[in-house]
């Protein structure tokens, strides 16, 4: 079914001491697809900043904001209303001779780079090997390889932070969204899978209540090209339905990250953030 969703995303920093200025860049606002149709967005910044707004090179709506007058904390409050409709996943199009031409392999060639954070260890680079060697078709194997990632990694909050590579989250078998989407985008790459990270939200309960907020979180993805951006969870072992919200695509996460910045003044901050989404029709 279709769904019509609210998100509140604040995130707070707290100094110690006084900032006396801070440069920042918001990935906050949900993309406008035939799938996923933005009604209402709003970002707002205490203490007041300057802001600019510009899309990435990926596509992603980005606002750049500073606040330069002395500030013990900050405030980034960002609301949005997303109506979605997403159909089901259409059967697998591409065969792997396609991934070798260059309408493929050249045109999403920075999809298929295998950088240390997403660089997949020995073991599930040959798990890669096996699934392919077994499907016709990428799509079914990229599939597959989600729902091995699902089983082998267990989701634990706290196991990683945002710098974890997907090789130790394989070592450790645990991890948490982002570590799964990395693991998946790495391995997909290195069978010759163009393969993006994709961050947004997903509503918590699989039958939300209508116009009660429920306390949710960032979240993250992945999807592969199959003449066509197809996606999965890798931490949910489902495709994406309407009570996911897209905000960005990117090679991993460093490209999309929510909120991004530096600031000069005080020694530390201390970071919080609460995202509540409602089903309102």
Not at 2 to 15: P, V
Not at 89 to 110: F, H, I, K
Not at 175 to 197: F, K, T
Request: glycine letters at 6%.
């Amino acid at each position: 079914m279709t769904m019509q969703l609210r998100i509140a995303h604040t995130t707070r920093f707290d100094y110690d001491g006084k900032a006396v200025a801070s440069y920042n860049q918001a990935r906050l606002t949900p993309v406008t697809t035939p799938e996923q149709i933005v009604v209402h967005h709003r970002l707002e910044v205490s203490p007041k900043p300057w802001t600019y707004d510009y899309r990435d090179y990926f596509g992603t709506a980005v606002t750049a904001f500073e606040v330069l007058d002395p500030h013990e904390s900050m405030a980034v409050t960002a609301t949005s209303t997303v109506h979605v409709d997403r159909p089901a996943a259409p059967p697998p199009v591409l065969a792997w001779a396609d991934l070798e031409t260059p309408a493929v392999a050249d045109r999403w060639t920075e999809y298929l780079t295998l950088p240390d954070v997403v660089a997949p260890p020995d073991e599930l680079a040959e798990h890669a090997r096996r699934l392919a060697a077994e499907h016709d078709h990428p799509g079914d194997a990229a599939r597959a390889l989600c729902r091995l990632v699902h089983d082998e990694v267990a989701y634990t909050t706290g196991s990683t932070d945002v710098h974890t590579t997907a090789a130790t989250a394989w070592a450790q078998r645990a991890g948490v969204c982002q570590d799964m989407a990395h693991l998946g985008v790495g391995a997909l790459r290195s069978i010759g899978v163009p393969a993006r990270y994709v961050s947004g939200y997903v509503h918590p309960e699989t039958s939300p209540t209508l116009g009660v907020a429920a306390r949710g979180a960032s979240h993250a993805w992945l999807e592969w090209w199959d003449d066509g951006w197809r996606g999965f969870d890798p931490s949910h072992a489902e495709e994406p339905g309407d009570r996911y919200v897209t905000l960005a695509h990117g090679r991993d996460y460093g490209d999309v990250r929510p909120l991004s910045g530096i600031y000069s003044g005080s020694a530390t901050s201390d970071m919080t953030v609460e995202v509540d989404l409602t089903l309102l029709a």
